[in-house]
């Protein structure tokens, strides 16, 4: 399974980054690629033209494989599935939604398609529409999160599905890598640790924060809109976390967090921002290169499993 991801995607180790909005730009990506992983840009909500700049500045700085991570609920997601066809990126992540409607047009340009899964029935699904692999992704990751952990959706998804699982959630040194491959993964995405790497392009206080976030220091919100976020917390989760049990509606929830992504990640504010990180925050205290990172991982991987990748 392990030689099948460094085949699937042409990469020297099983290792994928998350394709965090805002964080996941053509620095980060390229230098994930060409320290041996699987780079990945974050289209999020961004529209097809600056996409497609991104994935050219990407193949200006490294020829290894890459890929961008679609959120299907996107206003631009037919836009942005156009482009990566038309640019034939290598991979194609998804969230938010079935990407079965693209699926065609991607697998015609020779694109492998991994879309991202919170449970068995999910992940059964994208088996059958023709997809490459499934990314597990547990609800200790930053950001969107499912209800499944990671240690009990992983080895579900992997018995439920022949296609290559890729576990996400909770992994951000050489143990979580091990566990997850115990577990029946085939290889993991990283998000939250890649956030706090020198090429990141993720202001100071941010990868700050992370650094110094505690294993309590994350929060949930949004789980009476549907549509849970795990973050650190600050005084924007204290203010949206006490609306909610206030009974505030959809509206009024949103109003106070357009934007605030943003504001972490570029400004700086990580007071009023949404600072998107997984549980794992609390075992990240420095900030090292991308290189550094997936060879910290992947050597513990490999004591720890006594084999190599």
Known sequence: MQATIK????????????????????HLAAAVSKAGGLGI??????????????????????????????????????????????????????????????????????????????????????????????IAEGCESGGHIGQSTTMTLVPQVADAVDIPVIAAGGIADGRGMAAAFMLGAAGVQIGTRFCASTECICHDNYK????????????????????????????????????????????????????????AVIDGDVTNGTVMAGQIAGMISDIKSCEEIIKMITTEAERLLGRTF
């Open 208 to 263: 700050e924060r992370i650094c110094k976030a505690k294993d309590i220091d994350s929060a949930v919100t949004g789980q009476s809109t549907g549509h849970p976020i795990r973050s650190l917390r600050n005084q924007m989760t204290r203010t949206y976390l006490k609306l909610e049990e206030e009974g505030a509606g959809f509206e009024e929830l949103e109003k106070l967090t357009v934007g605030s992504l943003r504001n």
């Open 41 to 134: 840009l974050g289209a999020a909500n961004a529209p097809a033209d600056v996409v497609r700049k991104e994935i050219q500045a990407v193949r200006e700085i490294t020829d290894r494989p890459f890929g961008v991570n679609v959120m299907l609920l996107s206003p631009y997601a037919a836009e942005v599935a156009q482009v990566v066809a038309e640019e034939k990126v290598p991979v194609v992540t998804t969230g938010a939604g079935n990407p079965g409607k693209f699926l065609k047009t991607w697998k015609e340009a020779g694109i492998k398609v991994v879309p991202v899964v919170a449970s068995t029935a999910q992940a059964k699904m994208m088996q059958r529409s023709g997809v490459d692999a499934v």
């Open 7 to 26: 085949e699937l995607f042409g990469i020297e180790y099983p290792v994928m980054q998350g394709g965090m909005a805002w964080v996941a730009e053509h």
